[in-house]
């Protein structure tokens, strides 16, 4: 059973600061690695994608993987309420073809 | 923009009907899904269709049936609603070469 773990929170961060979200997966075949932020009532969007060892910058976000220890985070610098959400971490593997494994999801809270 | 429509957003049955959710989706995807997601448990696949026709089990089909009879259509069905399918469903599509998935609104399901 492939599995993937994240602290379901909530995480509580001042507006500004940077919220570390992390996860770590059980399949050594993972090869993709996705962030999903779900705000309440809503469906999942996708904000940040990695595909290979290190670090991956999209505006405020930073994903890290690290395969070697079967890790993924993101990073969000200068952290807006507006951030208040739930982030999923997704992991296909390979010959998974569409198909993804999610976490429970980390609810982060940005407080003003 | 893409677009994944679930036509029920909140529905409430009686143990033991037959429920059908419907999904549509715009884009000519090839591949379509069904979730449901529930508190700590995050996303857990039900079903997977990647063609006309074709479909694949995910996690937890258990109580569970689709139908795709048109590309752009896929419908879920539980044939004997039960209290534990009380959850969100959430339909998604993605083309068969891409990684992105995209998410409808989500069915909000209450077996009574």
């Known amino acids: 059973q492939k599995e993937v773990e994240q602290n379901s929170g909530p995480l509580s961060v001042p507006e500004g600061a940077i919220a570390s979200l992390n996860c770590t997966y059980s399949d050594r075949g993972s090869q993709s690695f996705f962030w999903y932020r779900q705000y309440s009532g809503k469906s999942p969007e996708l904000i940040m994608s990695?595909?290979s060892n290190g670090d991956k910058e999209d505006g405020r976000f930073t994903a890290q993987l690290n395969k070697a220890s079967q890790y993924v985070s993101l990073l969000i610098r200068d952290s807006q309420p507006s951030d208040s959400a739930t982030y999923l971490c997704a992991v296909k593997s390979w010959g998974a073809g569409n198909m993804l494994t999610f976490g429970g999801g980390t609810r982060l809270m940005v407080k003003p | 923009d893409v677009k994944v429509t679930q036509s029920s957003r909140y529905l409430v049955k009686r143990t033991g009907e037959k429920v059908f959710l419907e999904c549509v989706q715009d884009m000519d995807h090839e591949n379509m899904f069904w979730y449901r997601q529930d508190p700590g448990l995050g996303l857990r696949l039900i079903y997977f269709?990647?063609?006309?026709?074709?479909?694949e089990k995910g996690d937890i089909p258990e109580g569970y049936s689709v139908s795709r009879e048109k590309k752009e259509r896929f419908s879920l069905i539980l044939e004997s609603a039960s209290t534990n399918q009380t959850s969100m469903y959430l339909c998604?599509?993605?083309?068969?070469?891409?990684?992105?998935?995209?998410f409808g609104e989500g069915s909000w399901l209450t077996v009574v």
């Open positions: 269709s990647y063609d006309v026709k074709m479909k």
């Open positions: 990695i595909y």
């Open positions: 998604a599509s993605s083309l068969a070469r891409e990684n992105t998935i995209y």
